[in-house]
Every structure is written in structure tokens, then in C-alpha cells.
DNA sequence: ATTAGCACTCTCTTGAGGTGAGTGCTAATC
DNA sequence: GATTAGCACTCACCTCAAGAGAGTGCTAAT
């Protein structure tokens, strides 16, 4: 049901990698001569008309070559698009680099630089969302005191995110007393994603802790909290990237992208998925009106098979997908192994 | 010794304001028209041409209006230019969205929402820097085993900026020893900044847990790093503010400046500063490529008349200068007061 | 079914002419 | 002696027309 036979997509193939390349409409003479297709430019024309048609390509004026369409980018993803593989300069590159990041014990270091070496290679924007607070299972927690009134909740996860966390208390409290709440809590939670607790568990551990009930609530409350708040932690990468391309010669369009990306609930919540593996977005699929000209490739990334966060790639949707998916992959891979050894 | 005598200030007061409110070159009629200067336009060209000749303006073309030099905006700023006051509605503004911040404990937090009201206030790029580590004073130090290998070192500092950093432990050690060194330290380092810690002390300090050695010398490597890498906590609010400056409509420009936006180690470099109260740095004098068309308005912020941090506004040469000035001012007390109750 | 040929369309560049803002200089005026 | 009116001149910018070039759709021949 595809609709196109295969000369079509031939020409639907050149159209869009041409294109790619050369930012250019591209006409008929161009194609009959620069690709495999043995026709002449004024059968392609005719292909052309009919791709047109179909909704595939398009023409900015009458007398000019073919774009692509956001339906043609779809079916070239979909169907058509070679695989690319690194090339060895970028797979040393990529080694090299991460070699050097396995010295790093905090995740948002790690982070930051994986969007920096995304952007590097990729020669667009990167968006890289650090382990999800919600999709990470507890590790430790400690409770350090610091005057009468507060105290400072420090979080371990097991996907090595520190979350620091200022509480009011409710009275002053005896170290002691804290120690016990503290110990209670990491033995009945170790191990759990915030997710994972059920009302159940919760009434339990109330429960439990009823005589310190309302430090208790002071806890449940932060976690709530940065469950919410702590999802926004983006790191972007290559901003600048994004002024390379023609198609962001407005000056509009520009500043409308700066101001997103320091959006970064929104941001946030664009990267965040549950489906796995490479994901491509193009034009309107992204659901924001200031991303209706940009494709969005993203990866997830693990910690024991379960997805935690999400590295990506925003370019226009001239973006070079074939590449860009190889080394979209190929980082995310290196972040797994780094993700898994923290 | 200015070389200005009244007449010529008063003409140079005039291109000055009238430039940064139209950014079009200013010519004689305008002068004699809409400023409070009883003198022909005849006249008026004749002192433009003197202000040339002393390089305080300049024409973009011959027959063209004049517009400011660096020097011009220079002796503008220190001895020309009029005091602001905040508007009312600036002033609700600034005290309403400080009650709020009131509410959070993290400075991190505080301080980006600082470069938020900082950037959408004054309608330029703001930039932020977090209290420095190195002028902070020691409040409390935590060590939190996370494995057999590792530990999580929790630093508190008296401007209330956590630290969290990864040591690895050089050998498994028991709680009680490292709550031992914890302890010493803590008594030993409270009140007190890194940067004020001696080498005699440092020695002292060696010395008294020569027994722990390795625990300690692993401490002090982490504060040195912090010392260093944890400056460029650097904040930026407004980043899509420079494009509404049709100064900034060349491309290359924004590139230029957006590449300088990801690189926190330089802003913090040219954020740090020993100077008190409000710091103009015009053009050049930022002694930065990409920032000679812009100027710095900077001022710090403090704790208890300690000066721990910056915050800086980034605009056009031809920025409202008395305006960044009143609102940077405005913004540094509301902030020094949010700090003190940290 | 394919292709060569051709008229046509539309963008983009170039150059000429006109407009307007602003200047510098000179001579008259206060 | 300082100020100003007057005037010729300069230069950016706009508009318009002409021409080039790339590419198309259609038709007729292969």
C-alpha cells in the first residue's frame, strides 16, 4: 500500500537527498544526470507531477525544482533511507571521548558532555534529558541537618543522580531521631523506583512511622516534589548549530527556537518517552507550533534494560537523518555502558 | 580636563540618548529640534565636528547623522548620563517575584529565577553567576558512603551553594573512621573560606590525621577541584533577547555570541571581579572578540558584606544604560537580602 | 512508454534614476 | 567673534525595468 512503484521512489530518493545536501529545489535535469535513473529529465518531470500530487513534493514557485514534503520525509525515513555507519575518524572520535568520561562519577557531567559530543557530530542542536528522577530506583538517602530549622535531604539513585533537597523542620529534632527515620526508609525502599511505590506500601510506611509522622509527610512531600520539578534537566548542546542552516535566515523563527530552549519544562517534556529505541519526529509531528520546520531524532538510554532518560537531535527537517540515527545510536550505546559502570 | 565644555556635553547628551533610543544616526536638525538646545542646526554640525575630530561620535557614512564611539558611550556613562528610577510597575514587579522567591531554600534555584527577572525586566541577555566556591565559608562537610569504592562528599557552604561531588575511597573504610575525619574537619574548617585556608593550616590539618592520610588527601584534591571547576556556575536568562537588537541582525554576530553563551568557564571569567557596586564594561573593554560590540553591566551581590557572587546584564553598546543601571541595582539588594536569610 | 523540443513562468541580479536625509562650507547677520 | 541661512554635494536606499537562468508543462515525434 505504499502507492509509489519503484521508479518513484527512486526519484523520491534522489529529490530528498539532494536536497538534503544542496538545501535547493531540485529539478529534473538534475536528477536524470547526477543519479542512477536511466530517464530522461522529461519523464522525471512527469514522475515529478506525480509525486506532487500524491503530496510527496512540492514546488516553492511554478518554474522551480521539487522539495520535499513533510509526507515525503516521512516515507523517506519510513522506507527509503540508507543506513550509514561512522565514519572511522568520528568512531575514534566517539572512543576517544567517552574513554575520557569514564573517569567522571556524576551523572550530570556526564550528561552535559554527552551533549556537547552530540551536537560536535551531529553539527546540529542536541537536547540530552538526565535520568528521569521518577524512572530511577532508590539507592540511599541521608539527612544532614543544618540549623534548628532546616536540614538538607540528599538523594542517591541508582542511576547516580545526587538530588539535594533543603526541608523546613517541623520541630528540632534529635540526630538520633532522624538517623531512625533515615534508616527506616532505606531499608523499605532500596531499590524501588518512586513509580513503583504503591498507595499501599505508602499507608504502610505511614504507618510504621507514625510517632514521626510529620517529618515523614516533610519527605513524601520533597519526593513528590522533585518528582515534578526535577524532570527538567536539560543540557543542551550546539545552539549555535541551528544558525547554520538556510532555512533559519529569519530572524523570527530564531528567537522563537532561543526561547524554547530555555523552556526546559517544555523541553522536557518533548524529549520524555516511553517508547524505545530511535524515534523520529518531523515538522508537525512534534506537536509545537516553533518545531512545525524542525525534525527531532531521539534515543533512549538504559540502566539494566530500563529506559531512564533520552539524548536527542534537533535540526530542520532537511536534516541529514541517515547519520544523524547512526550516531544518535552509536552515543547512546557508549551511554549505556558508562550509565551501567556508575 | 574632560575637553568638553558645556555646550559640546550637552550636544553629546543628546546624539547619546537619541542613538540608544532609535539606533539611527543622529543629525543636526534632530538635535536642534527635539532637545532643549536653542541653537541652529548649522551651528550644532559645526560642534558635531569637533566631537568627531575628539573621536566622542562618528559617521557611518559621509552624509549621515553621527552615532556614538566607544569613547563617547564612555564619557556618556561617567559623567553625562542621568539617574533612573524604577517605574512603578518595575517596582511591584521586583518586590512581588522576590516574596515568591523567598519560599525556596536552594540558591541554585534562586539564582536562575535572578536571571529570569534580571533578562525579562531589562529586555537584554542576563547573566548570572552562583556564589563563588572560593569565597564561600565552610558550613558543613557529610560523607555518605554510596559502595565499597565510593562515597558521596556533601558540602554545605555559608551561602547556602551544595556541593556534591564522587570521591573514590583509596580502601574500604568503617563509618566510625570516616565520621571520625568528618567531625575533625567540620570542627576545624567552620566559618572558614577555602580560599582563607593556609598552608600552615593546611599543614596543621595534615598532620592531625596523618593517621588518615589517604582519606584526607582525597578531600582536599576535591575541594581544590571545586575550587576551579565549580565556578562557572554561570546562569543566562533572556539568551533570545539579543536578536531584538537590530545591531545583532548579522548572523555570523549571533553565532559568534551564542558559541560564547556555552562556554561557562569564559563568562565566569569575565563575570568574576574583585570590583564593588555597579561595573560598566563598554566594547572592547570586555576584552573579548565576540563581546566588542556589547556592553557588561555588572554588580555583586553579597553576604555579610562579603561580595560571593555577580550578576550581569549583556546588551548592545548602544544599551539603556541609566535604565540596566537603577534595575541591576534594584535586583542585587532584593537578592543580598534573600541571601542573608539563607 | 519515452523523449526531444519549445514556449512559458518565475526568481534573481544588475543598473539607472530618483528621493531624502544629512553634511560641509561660505557669506550674511547679530 | 559667534551664530545662522543658504546651497551644493554626498550617499544610502527605493523602485523599476531589462535580461539571464533554471526549470516547468505540453505536444509531437520516436
Do not use: W
Not at 512527469?46 to 500530487?53: G, H, Q, T, V
Not at 552530540?118 to 543544618?146: C, E, H, W
Not at 519526593?223 to 524532570?231: D, F, N
Amino acid at each position: 500500500m505504499t502507492g509509489l512503484n519503484e521508479r518513484k521512489q527512486k526519484i523520491l530518493h534522489a529529490i530528498v537527498t539532494d536536497y538534503i545536501q544542496t538545501a535547493e529545489p531540485v529539478g529534473s535535469r538534475t536528477i536524470s544526470r547526477h543519479y542512477q535513473i536511466n530517464l530522461s529529465a522529461a519523464t522525471i518531470r512527469n514522475e515529478m507531477a506525480d509525486l506532487e500530487e500524491l503530496g510527496y513534493v512540492t514546488q516553492p514557485h511554478t518554474s522551480a525544482g521539487r522539495i520535499p514534503t513533510q509526507q515525503g520525509y516521512r516515507f523517506y525515513v519510513d522506507a527509503l533511507m540508507d543506513q550509514a555507519a561512522l565514519t572511522p575518524a568520528e568512531e575514534k572520535y566517539l572512543t576517544e571521548f567517552f574513554r575520557q568520561l569514564q573517569k567522571m562519577q556524576e551523572i550530570d557531567l556526564i550528561i552535559k558532555y554527552t551533549a556537547r559530543v552530540l551536537s560536535d557530530l551531529t553539527n546540529y542542536t542536541s537536547l540530552v534529558l538526565g535520568p528521569q528522577f521518577r524512572r530511577s530506583a532508590f539507592k540511599q538517602m541521608q539527612i544532614i541537618p543544618i540549623d534548628q530549622e532546616r536540614a538538607l535531604v540528599v538523594l542517591i539513585t541508582d542511576t547516580g543522580y545526587i538530588k539535594n533537597k533543603v526541608i523546613m523542620l517541623p520541630r528540632a529534632l534529635e540526630q538520633e531521631e532522624l538517623d531512625h527515620v533515615v534508616a527506616y526508609l532505606n531499608q523499605q525502599m532500596a531499590g524501588k523506583t518512586i513509580a513503583s511505590l504503591s498507595a499501599e506500601q505508602l499507608r504502610q510506611l505511614r504507618y510504621d512511622l507514625y510517632a514521626r509522622i510529620d517529618i515523614f509527610n516533610h519527605l513524601m512531600n520533597m519526593l513528590e516534589e522533585s518528582a515534578a520539578e526535577g524532570e527538567s534537566r536539560v543540557f543542551l548542546g550546539g545552539t549555535s548549530n541551528i544558525l547554520n542552516q538556510p532555512e533559519f535566515k529569519d530572524m523570527e523563527k530564531i528567537k522563537h527556537l532561543l526561547t524554547l530552549f530555555e523552556q526546559g519544562d517544555r523541553l522536557s517534556f518533548m524529549l520524555e518517552t516511553d517508547a524505545e529505541g530511535v524515534l523520529i519526529r518531523i515538522g508537525t509531528e512534534n506537536n509545537l507550533q516553533e518545531m512545525n520546520d524542525c525534525s527531532l531524532i531521539t534515543a533512549s538510554y538504559y540502566l539494566y534494560d530500563r529506559p531512564v532518560g533520552t539524548i536527542g537531535v534537533l535540526g530542520p527537517t532537511r536534516m541529514e537523518y541517515a547519520r544523524v540515527i547512526t550516531i544518535i545510536e552509536a552515543i547512546a550505546n557508549q551511554l549505556n555502558r558508562l550509565i551501567a559502570a556508575l
